[in-house]
Structures are given as C-alpha cells and as structure tokens.
C-alpha cells in the first residue's frame, strides 16, 4: 500500500500544470482518487465529513450486485449444460459462464470508461464515478449470449447520448444501464425481443419461450415451479433470474443506506396492487395468477433493486419517491399483461418514469409550498 | 416594403450570394432556427425520399417566395396569412401532382408529407420574414437558399439513417453480404424516428461545435 503512495506521489508533478504529461491530468487523477480517499475537503459552507466519497459510494453499488453476479455466472453454465441435456459439477458451470459473462463485463467496462476518459479530458474535468455502477449493471441485465459489438455500441450509446450530452454523471435524465438495453432492445430486436429463451450457445434444436412469453399467450402450464423462478434456476439475462440473491444484494444496499427503501417498497407496491386489480378483472389466465409471482419472474426484483433506486434518475423528494416507485411496479405489470409487443415491462416502466421524476418532484414542492402559504395568509388574516 | 430607389446591382452579388448560402450553414432553417422538423424526421428513413422531398421543398419555398415578393405591395396586410397560404397550397398541389406523375412510388413514401409542405414552417416563416418585404430576386434566392439548408440537413440524416438502417444508399447495398454473414445486423433504431431526431442533434452539435458564434452568451 504504501509503495502504491509513494509510486504515486512520485508521478504526481508529471501530470499537474507545466508537467509533460498534463494533457492526461484527468486520467490520472481518476486512478489516484480510485486507489486513495482523496484528502481534500470542501473549505465552504456545511458539509458532513466523512470517508464516502462518490467512488466508495458506487462500489457499495457493485458489492450488493456480486452475489447476483456470481449466481447469473453459475447459471449461465447451469442453462446451457441443460439445454444439451447434461448436468455438470458446479465448476464446470462456473467456468463455462465466465467465458461468457466476462467478455460482456471487459467490453461494457472498457467501451464506457474509455469513453467517460475521453470526454473528462477533453473537458479537463475530473473522470467521472457514474459508471462504475452502470458498467456493472449492464452485463447483468443482457443475455448471456449478446454479441458484443452490439453490447459496445448500446454502451457507447448510453453514455454519449444518456449522459455526456446532458453534462455528466448527476445530471443524466435516464437510467444509463437502461438506456443501454433499451437501445439494443431496439436496434437488434432478435437478440433482444424476449419471445425466445436466452441460453447461451443452445442447440438449434432448443426453443422455448421465456417464462414472460409463456405467460403472455396463457400457456401457464409451461412456467417454470415458483421455487425455481425465485432462486433463479431459469435461463435469462445475466443477473436477473434469481430473485433470492438480488433481495441479498438489496439487504446491502438499506443495510448501508445506499439505496432508498422508499422507492424499493413501493415499486412492489405498486406491482401488488396492478396484480391483484388484474386478479379482480380476470380477463384471462395471465390476469389470473398471484401477484406475488410477477416479482419473480422476469427483471422484476432487479429493476426495484438497483434501477429504481438510481439516486440520480428517481425523484429526491420523500412523497415523490413513494409515488414515483408506486408508479414503477404499477406500470411494468400493465405493460407485460396488456402490451402483447413487450412480454416485459419494467425497463419501459422505469425509464418512462425517469422522465416524470423531476416532475413529481415539481409538484410535491408545489403543494408543500401552497399548503404552507395557506397557513402563513391564515396567521396574517388573523 | 422598400420602395425607394435603390442603384441597380448585378443578379448575383455578394449580397445575393449571401442569401443563397447563409441558410446552408449559418442561418440553416433546421439546425439553427429549429424548424421544418417534422419532416426531417418522417421523410428521412431512405435517401431517395429525402431527396425527393428535399427538391420538392426547394422548389415551393423558391417560387412561393418569387410570387409573394411580387404581389406584396398588394396583398392587404390584415388577410396576408391567407394570401400566401393561397399561393403555397397551389405551388404545393403542382408538385404534388408531378410527383405523382412521374416518381409515383417515391410519391407513395412520402404520402401526406407532400401535401403538409403547406404548413412547413419554413415556408411560411420566409414568406413573412423576408418575401413581404423584399425584391423578387433576393426572396427567389432567399426561398431556394432555405430549400437547400432544408434539404442538406435532409440528406445527411438521411444518409446515415440508411447505411446503418437497412445497409443501403440510395437503394443500393454497400454493407457487403460477407459482412452479414460475420454476424452484422442492421440497426432497426435507425429505421425509427427518435433516431432521425438524435442524428438531427448530433448535426446540430459539430455544427456548433465548428462554428462558436452559433453558441449563446453565458
């Protein structure tokens, strides 16, 4: 560790003003600030002094997101070794599933990064952290067999137009891991559409329909057992699939108190409750099943977790988070029963809902001043 | 209306010139005023309809201009909205019906879009801004620069919506077949129009990004 220091300080006047190697300042900059708690504090005003700064702030982020990581990687090589009719020791899945989620972590993580680079030195700002988290949670939410120039070019997509364009991280209007998929979703539908299963490399032989697919044509008999769907032995996106370790993942985040367990809860609120009106509708089989069962199928649980709770893209007030959240889940199980184009919903719900945060924000602001005003005109009537 | 005498000037003098090319890039009616937008995303999946369209444009913003500027010391300044809207639905009616005449495929594309040149912004706005109060020559150029401004921004979007979209130009295929075979897939986001309005935007950045008097004051 402290060799580390030293090898840094030691390159440090390279880089500052005057230095040969200014031009690449930001660089490494972001690289001293990811090894080291920077030691400067703001001089001005009241701030809460503490060692959390945005980059140990994220990574909270990505250490709730490793068990559904890990999982996803085992079951990429659990899916595919089924799909040939073997079952393998747990290594050998393990194994299989690095060769295919790696690449996808290696290229969403270079093509973002080197992008954020680019921009913060041609800005001469400093790196931003935004995408340690975002480049994370893209691997985890395609499927496993995604070619990655695809993945590259939805990447590069989400970060110029989801990000750089409105200033940065903090300043993004969307969630940019969801503008990522949802730019594929659109641009390469047949990888995307969620119609067929994702099973890494199956036999030609192999199709199926995702538990979603199934559901939405009313061929609930072909649904995997709820156990399954909740510990995630399912073929899916990455990280999606086990709703069990996403919930330990989500323990993480209220236990650190890096995500708000406003908007978590109320996302499925708001699922239970588009559920059980549609179990009181009842105008076919989808409408009829348990409303408990669409937190488990599909990117539900994922999408409450770590998409919702977005800081930067959901709503800052306390009212507005409640409705913001409510509005989520409601809107994601309306769009997977009635849409009969998008067997799932929660990607359209969030971003969707994104674009309405800042307005609910407006209007709980708005009410809170005009019910306080009623009372100061009150006391002056008085 | 200006009506005193000014000395006679050559057809095409810097003046003039400057009319002609300032929509193009300084003044573009689409990336600088923001208008015409509707368009320019609906018409612009495929290159021959854009440039179809492009023309077609051109020519109504031209002559509609040209009428304007010479009935202008005429047309009572309370009913001039419905006089101009007059001559463009004419102008408009006219090439719709060439069109169909001899592109009639390419006039099927473009469907109603043809005939919603009338409330084309830009047409009206030049009408206002510049053939009410100007000499017939100079609206003429004016109409015809603004035309091409339309129809360059047009034909860029246009450009990169096909190669991406569907791997073609103009028609004609020049994303090579072994290069499918390699695993490539046309980009069905190109083919829809959010795409056509963040390639609008991307133009509008290099362009702002090229020419810094576009940017405003902090």
Known sequence: ?382 | MSTEKMEKEPLFSAKNIKLLTGPVNMNNPITVQVLGICSALAVTAKMKPALVMALAVMIVTGFSNLVISLLRNGIPPRIRIIVQLVVVAALVILVDQILKAFVYDVSKQLSVFVGLIITNCIIMGRLEAFAMGNKPWPSFLDGIGNGLGYGLILLIVAFFRELFGSGTILGYEVVPQSLYHAGYENNGMMILPPMALITVGVIIWVQRYYNRELLEDK
């Open chain 1, 1 to 382: 560790m402290k060799a580390l220091r030293k090898f840094l300080d030691k390159q440090k006047p390279k880089f500052q003003k005057g230095g040969k190697l200014h031009k690449l300042e930001s660089t490494f900059d972001a690289f001293e600030t990811f090894l080291f708690v920077p030691n400067t504090t703001a001089k001005t005003g009241a701030h809460i002094r503490d060692a959390v700064d945005m980059k140990r702030f994220m990574f909270t982020v990505i250490i709730a997101m490793i068990p559904a990581l890990i999982f996803g990687t085992w079951n990429v090589g659990y899916e595919h070794y089924l799909s040939h009719g073997q079952t393998v020791d747990f290594l050998t899945n393990i194994t299989y599933g690095l060769m295919k989620v790696l690449p996808l972590i290696v290229v969403s993580y270079g093509v973002g990064l080197g992008i954020e680079f680019l921009f913060a030195q041609i800005r001469h700002e400093e790196v931003n952290e935004g995408f340690l988290v975002s480049g994370m949670l893209i691997p985890l939410i395609v499927p496993p067999d995604l070619p990655l120039w695809q993945l590259a070019i939805g990447v590069a997509f989400a970060v110029i137009f989801g990000k750089e364009v409105f200033g940065g991280t903090g300043m993004n209007v969307f969630n940019p891991a969801l503008t990522a998929r949802a730019f594929i979703f659109f641009a390469y539908p047949g990888n995307m559409s969620g119609d067929k299963v994702w099973i890494a490399d199956k036999p030609d032989t192999f199709s199926g329909a995702t538990p979603l697919g199934n559901a939405l044509v009313g061929n609930l008999k072909d649904l995997p057992s709820a156990h399954d769907m909740f510990f995630g032995y399912i073929p899916g996106s990455v990280g999606e699939t086990s709703t069990f370790w996403i919930l330990v993942g989500a323990v993480i985040l209220l236990l650190t108190g890096v995500a708000s367990w406003r908007v978590m809860v109320s996302v499925f609120a708001g699922g239970a409750v588009m559920g059980l009106l549609f179990n009181l509708w009842g105008a076919n089989t989808y409408m009829e099943i348990p409303f408990w069962q669409h937190f488990i199928m599909g990117g539900f649980a994922f999408g409450a977790v770590f998409m919702a709770t977005d800081p930067v893209t959901s709503s800052q007030t306390t009212k507005g988070k409640y409705i913001y959240g409510f509005l989520i889940g409601f809107i994601a199980v309306l769009i997977r029963v009635i849409n009969p184009g998008y067997p799932e919903g929660v990607m359209l719900s969030i971003l969707l809902m994104n674009a309405f945060a800042p307005f609910i924000d407006h209007l709980v602001v708005q009410s809170n001043i005009k019910r306080r005003l009623k009372r100061a005109t009150v006391a002056v009537n008085k």
